[in-house]
């Protein structure tokens, strides 16, 4: 029902999406804002976020868009001091920024692997340095970290699966280190979803059906599906969920 976050102040990192798309960011911040929670949407792009704030004003939610690069430490800092400031508390944060290099081993560069790791990992301890101060402050709150189904299947582009690896093994850690002070972690492990940042890269039709019967439900995923789940995740409902990682990929791990 509606006003499972009612209350809550959320940063939402990747909060634009690909044109007038609905990304996992764009899907998770509109679904958090239409449960109750004040959002402040994150992204590199201003316009991608003040889109965003505009379909959430439309609908008479709460959003401010905050331009930042959450590979820089100042950035993450100032995104969390906005956030309380405007106000007043942070009880939310998801980490959802994350990128996808295809290479191999053998044929990734240092300077890929080191931005890899840094888009997909780095940004989410520095967002989260910040962020747990401000949650604790606050009588707790949760982090959810945007993951992949790739760092469990045992297959696919290593440098991507190892960077979603260390997400999830942060994930856990944080949840260890912190559960004491009200602050529970998980993440979400998206499957083969069609979302604008697929579509971008020009996806001949015959792939896209491929993907769909992948799954054991043979239904195609979108941004909405990973966007449920976050709202769980990060509602009361999971009071007594932490340190999970949430595959939602329409049964691609079973099949």
Known sequence: MPGRLKGKIAVVTGAGSQNEGIGNGRAIALSFAREGARVLLVDRRPEAARLTSDMIDAEGGTAEPFAADVTREDDCRAMVEVAVSRWGRLDILVNNVGIGIARRIPEITLEEWELQMRVNVTSMVLASKYAIPAIAAAGGG?????????????????????????????????????????????????????????????????????????????????????????????????????????PVDGGVLVN
Request: positive net charge.
């Open 142 to 246: 949760v982090i959810l970290n945007i993951s992949s189904i790739a760092s469990l299947r045992g297959r696919g582009l290593a440098p991507y699966a190892a960077s979603k690896g260390a997400v999830e093994a942060l994930t856990r850690a944080m949840a260890a280190d912190h559960g004491r002070e009200g602050i529970r972690v998980n993440a979400i492990a998206p499957g083969p979803a069609y979302t604008p940042m697929v579509s971008a890269r020009g996806m001949p039709d015959s792939v896209r059906e491929a993907r769909r019967k992948s799954t054991a439900l043979g239904i195609e995923g979108t941004a909405w599906d990973i966007a449920g789940a976050a709202v769980y995740l990060c509602s009361d409902e999971a009071r007594w969920v932490t340190g999970v990682v949430l």
